[in-house]
């Protein structure tokens, strides 16, 4: 990673956030983009709400009227108020004594997804954060000095005090910085590229903490890395169709007009699409005419059905289409929305204490998320078996080992795609492990007041850790489904699934015999979470 000139960072599209209209894309965009990430900015309308919200702040301080986390203690000790004089060291004092997150540091997606959602929920005027605060944390993103956050330690209301401290510890120059590839103190990290810390005034340090913005950084992320994996497992339903001579007849729209679930409509339909439309083949035809034997009893030459894992799987990967459409809207509200405590109600003229930090939607979300896909890996998982294992491949070679002669000296020496079989089940049964619903053990902390939480932080972490694994288990069946092709002929192939397998083969070689692999599932892996591999299916699509 190298450093942005101020000339590089001007140059850049700009994303202009004003709170109410980021989305799980922007977010993608923002934290992903690298060279091509735009250049985030504090939109114009959003400086009039902070600043009313800063006087309604100065207002009650000067009245001596005690507010949440201003003039009071935090959590339970809420009962001691302080003069308004202290309340500058008190924001400091809250930054230090949560900094006490661990576990390993959160990669820097999803540190660059927080900052901007935590920029954006704070844009929206109701937090009584000054705009130079925002347009700071929003240059530290431009500039990529961020803040090395520990994964865990978040309880997940009220919000991710402990993960979002490292955030407020970078914008006011204390802790550590990643910038430029190391290390370094937050100050240092400032200095270089021309920035000064802040000096948080009343309410700030909560603002910047006491929020759903970590957890929601993960979300995003997932979301967008599940849908990239939906499509990914239409593909692969498409080529073991294919591959085993199956039955496209399962995938008619009349089947699933019938029961009309939108996720399921669209994965039938992409994995028709994906087919190259082909006539629907009725397994009897051939045989109609055969007669049968005088205990009016025979054996059919070709079963009249496909096995669950190839004709149901647009009812599983379907589910997790359409729950991609309901946590995506869930999390968009959230991302757009003032999640801390106590909120500044400029029309009223009065703070509001309320629970905004709550993450249960989140929660709700990704565990669902979870579940959605670690049941496509299963699914996967079941076809890959149906492809590898001579009892059921129609024809193909045991594990798909290459064809050899039976006087040649590797006859019998090798063993194909075994080793990925029993890889491809360890990671799903990992990815299903991973479902227990961490919505379900919340627990009360700090002194009882935090005594309903709801532990979405990790129900998110989990779904990172489910997409990731999801993915590997989906490489290593593609990899699987290539060879099938290579071994069955890739004329069986339509225009997409073959563009899906050129694109596979230029990152990896047919095997003409036992080699590691491991390379290979990780340039797979590459090219379905870039998009890439989608994109060259769907071009072919058009052509």
């Given at each position: 990673?190298?450093?942005?000139?101020?000339?590089?960072?001007?140059a850049?599209?700009?994303?202009?956030?004003d709170?109410?209209?980021?989305?799980?894309?922007?977010?993608?965009?923002?934290?992903?983009?690298?060279?091509?990430?735009?250049?985030?900015t504090?939109?114009?309308?959003?400086?009039?709400r902070?600043l009313?919200?800063?006087?309604?702040?100065?207002?009650?301080?000067?009245?001596g009227?005690p507010?949440?986390?201003?003039?009071?203690?935090?959590?339970?000790?809420?009962?001691?108020?302080?003069?308004?004089?202290?309340a500058?060291?008190?924001?400091?004092?809250?930054?230090?004594?949560?900094?006490?997150?661990?576990?390993?540091?959160?990669a820097?997606?999803?540190?660059?997804a927080?900052?901007?959602?935590?920029?954006?929920?704070?844009?929206?005027?109701?937090?009584?954060?000054?705009?130079e605060?925002?347009?700071?944390?929003?240059?530290?993103?431009?500039?990529?000095?961020l803040?090395?956050?520990p994964?865990?330690?978040?309880?997940?209301?009220?919000?991710?005090?402990?993960?979002?401290?490292?955030?407020?510890?970078?914008?006011?120059?204390?802790?550590?910085?990643?910038?430029?590839?190391?290390?370094?103190?937050?100050a240092?990290?400032?200095?270089?590229?021309?920035?000064?810390?802040a000096?948080?005034?009343?309410?700030?340090?909560?603002?910047?903490?006491?929020?759903?913005?970590?957890m929601?950084g993960?979300a995003?992320?997932?979301?967008?890395?599940?849908?990239?994996l939906?499509?990914?497992?239409?593909?692969?339903t498409?080529?073991?169709?294919?591959?085993?001579q199956?039955?496209?007849?399962?995938?008619?729209?009349?089947?699933?007009?019938?029961?009309?679930?939108?996720?399921?409509r669209?994965?039938?339909?992409?994995i028709?699409?994906?087919?190259?439309?082909?006539?629907?083949?009725?397994?009897?035809?051939?045989?109609?005419?055969?007669?049968l034997?005088?205990?009016?009893?025979?054996?059919?030459?070709e079963?009249?059905q496909?096995?669950?894992?190839?004709?149901?799987?647009?009812?599983?990967?379907?589910?997790?289409r359409?729950?991609?459409?309901?946590?995506?809207?869930?999390?968009?509200?959230?991302i757009?929305s003032?999640?801390?405590?106590?909120?500044?109600?400029?029309?009223?003229?009065?703070?509001?204490?309320?629970?905004n930090?709550?993450?249960?939607?989140?929660?709700?979300?990704?565990?669902?998320?979870?579940?959605?896909?670690?049941?496509?890996?299963?699914?996967?998982?079941?076809?890959l078996?149906?492809?590898?294992?001579?009892?059921?491949?129609?024809?193909?070679?045991?594990?798909?080992?290459?064809?050899?002669?039976?006087?040649?000296?590797?006859?019998?020496?090798?063993?194909?795609?075994?080793?990925?079989?029993?890889?491809?089940?360890?990671?799903?049964?990992?990815?299903?492990?991973?479902?227990?619903?961490a919505?379900?053990?919340?627990?009360?902390?700090?002194?009882?007041?935090?005594?309903?939480?709801?532990?979405?932080?990790?129900?998110?972490?989990d779904?990172?850790?489910?997409?990731?694994?999801?993915?590997?288990?989906?490489a290593?069946?593609?990899?699987?489904?290539?060879?099938?092709?290579?071994?069955?002929?890739?004329?069986?192939?339509?225009?997409?699934?073959k563009?899906?397998?050129?694109?596979?083969?230029?990152?990896?070689?047919?095997l003409?015999?036992?080699r590691?692999?491991?390379?290979d599932?990780?340039?797979?892996?590459?090219?379905?979470?870039?998009?890439?591999?989608?994109?060259?299916?769907?071009?072919?699509?058009?052509?």
């Amino acid at each position: 990673m190298h450093g942005s000139t101020a000339a590089d960072v001007r140059a850049k599209a700009e994303l202009a956030i004003d709170g109410h209209t980021l989305t799980v894309s922007d977010v993608v965009a923002a934290a992903r983009g690298k060279d091509d990430a735009p250049r985030v900015t504090l939109a114009e309308d959003t400086v009039r709400r902070m600043l009313k919200s800063i006087e309604l702040k100065g207002q009650v301080i000067e009245a001596g009227i005690p507010v949440y986390g201003v003039t009071s203690g935090f959590g339970d000790s809420n009962t001691r108020q302080i003069s308004g004089k202290k309340a500058e060291d008190l924001q400091k004092n809250l930054i230090r004594f949560l900094s006490c997150g661990i576990g390993p540091v959160a990669a820097e997606d999803v540190i660059r997804a927080t900052m901007v959602i935590r920029a954006n929920c704070l844009a929206r005027g109701y937090s009584a954060v000054r705009p130079e605060v925002v347009e700071l944390l929003l240059e530290c993103l431009n500039h990529d000095v961020l803040a090395p956050i520990p994964e865990r330690g978040s309880v997940g209301a009220s919000g991710d005090l402990v993960p979002l401290s490292y955030i407020a510890a970078l914008v006011t120059g204390q802790g550590r910085a990643l910038h430029e590839g190391e290390e370094k103190s937050s100050a240092d990290a400032l200095a270089a590229v021309g920035l000064a810390p802040a000096v948080l005034e009343a309410k700030e340090g909560l603002a910047l903490v006491n929020g759903t913005s970590f957890m929601s950084g993960f979300a995003a992320l997932a979301l967008h890395d599940a849908a990239e994996l939906a499509f990914a497992a239409d593909l692969s339903t498409a080529l073991t169709s294919q591959v085993l001579q199956g039955n496209p007849g399962h995938f008619a729209p009349f089947v699933f007009d019938q029961k009309p679930h939108t996720g399921t409509r669209r994965s039938a339909h992409t994995i028709r699409d994906l087919l190259g439309n082909p006539e629907d083949r009725d397994p009897g035809v051939a045989q109609r005419d055969a007669s049968l034997s005088e205990a009016g009893f025979r054996e059919l030459e070709e079963p009249i059905q496909d096995r669950y894992s190839i004709r149901c799987a647009p009812h599983v990967i379907g589910v997790l289409r359409d729950t991609l459409d309901w946590a995506t809207n869930w999390v968009d509200i959230e991302i757009n929305s003032t999640n801390d405590n106590p909120l500044f109600d400029i029309d009223a003229g009065v703070v509001r204490n309320g629970g905004n930090f709550y993450g249960g939607h989140v929660g709700q979300a990704m565990d669902s998320l979870k579940t959605a896909v670690a049941s496509v890996a299963d699914l996967l998982d079941r076809q890959l078996e149906l492809v590898v294992d001579e009892k059921f491949n129609n024809g193909l070679t045991p594990n798909l080992i290459p064809r050899f002669e039976a006087d040649s000296w590797d006859a019998g020496m090798h063993h194909g795609f075994k080793g990925m079989q029993i890889a491809a089940s360890g990671l799903t049964a990992e990815a299903l492990k991973n479902t227990m619903p961490a919505t379900s053990f919340s627990r009360s902390t700090e002194a009882h007041n935090q005594d309903k939480v709801s532990m979405a932080t990790i129900a998110a972490r989990d779904a990172r850790t489910a997409v990731e694994l999801v993915r590997q288990v989906t490489a290593i069946h593609l990899l699987t489904l290539a060879q099938a092709a290579d071994l069955r002929g890739t004329e069986v192939l339509s225009g997409p699934t073959k563009a899906a397998y050129d694109l596979i083969r230029s990152v990896s070689p047919t095997l003409e015999g036992d080699r590691p692999l491991e390379g290979d599932i990780q340039r797979v892996t590459a090219l379905i979470a870039s998009g890439e591999l989608r994109e060259a299916a769907e071009a072919a699509l058009t052509d």
